[in-house]
């Protein structure tokens, strides 16, 4: 019997059609399924006839039962987390646990809801001499953030910043940033369930996103993007197509 690895996939944002190719061959060769109920897309599994478990309801010790249970017995088995994996995606306990086991896994990337709401935005977050660095960070929570990467302190940086986790404290997220040293003119926006057919955008700044996103009850799902990229003004174009620029760089 030839086994193959635990394949951890990420669905994507949200639209079916946002999952790569390799993730969707993994998915419909699959035998046994455990996906991340609350966010991933439900239209990713029409039509399989694999087994296929809703890992809500589920703690890491089932987790890994299941996924052993299934390796023993020869299956093709899918981990499918939302977004990419790598990011706040809890794969890193299930591969340690898969390690202690033997049992071999693989990982195959998937689109953030970071880069598909700047894609909603129709914004580039690196945009030349406003700033070149996109930081992918979180409020704290019941998870804590170390204090060394506060958003005050990350606020400092004036990058771009993509805040998962956080919308429910839309208040306290505008307080650290502006803290931090971003001005109340900073443009930010809110992007609820990007590339879903739902999808919301609540564009602002810094004064006032909090009360424009508590009026539309946003309360999860969402991305927050912030930072002097987003904003729309003509005059800050990429040098990189200026007319003086070496074409050499394009
Ligand atoms: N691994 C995922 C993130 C999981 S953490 C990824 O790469 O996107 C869950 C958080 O991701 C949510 O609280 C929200 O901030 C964000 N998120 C997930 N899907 C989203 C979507 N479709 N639109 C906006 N934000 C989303």
Redesign the pocket.
């Known amino acids: 019997m030839t086994t193959q690895p635990i394949a951890f996939i ?1 669905a994507g ?2 639209d079916p059609e946002l999952i790569t190719l390799k993730g969707r061959r993994l998915l419909d060769e699959a035998d046994l399924i455990i996906y991340a109920g609350s ?1 991933v897309n439900k239209d990713l599994l029409t039509g399989l006839t694999s087994e296929i478990h809703d890992s809500a309801s589920l703690n890491l010790d089932q987790i890994i039962e299941l996924i052993r249970d299934g390796f023993a017995a020869g299956k093709k088995i899918v981990r499918l ?5 790598a ?3 809890a794969i890193r306990e299930q591969m340690q646990r898969l390690q202690k086991h033997h049992i071999p896994y693989t990982v195959v990337p ?1 689109v ?3 880069t ?2 700047a894609a909603a935005l129709q914004v580039e977050l690196t945009v030349p001499e406003i700033t070149q660095t996109v930081i992918l960070t979180r409020q704290a929570g019941r998870t804590p953030v170390p204090e060394k990467e506060s958003l005050k302190k990350l606020a400092a940086i004036q990058a771009s910043m993509c805040i ?4 429910s404290m839309i208040e306290s997220v505008v307080g650290e940033l502006m803290a931090g040293g971003y001005p109340a003119d900073t443009p930010i926006a809110v ?6 057919p739902e ?1 919301r955008i609540i564009r602002g700044d810094l004064s006032d996103i909090a009360s424009k996103v508590q009026e539309g009850g946003i309360k ?4 927050i993007l912030v930072g002097q990229a987003l904003n729309e003004e003509p005059d800050t174009v990429s040098k990189l197509y200026d007319k003086r620029f070496s074409h050499e760089y394009r």
């Open positions: 990420g944002p949200g966010l987390h939302t977004g990419d994996p990011i706040y995606g998937g953030s809801s970071a598909a709401a998962f986790l956080s919308v992007v609820e369930k990007a590339s879903w999808q999860k799902t969402a991305m």
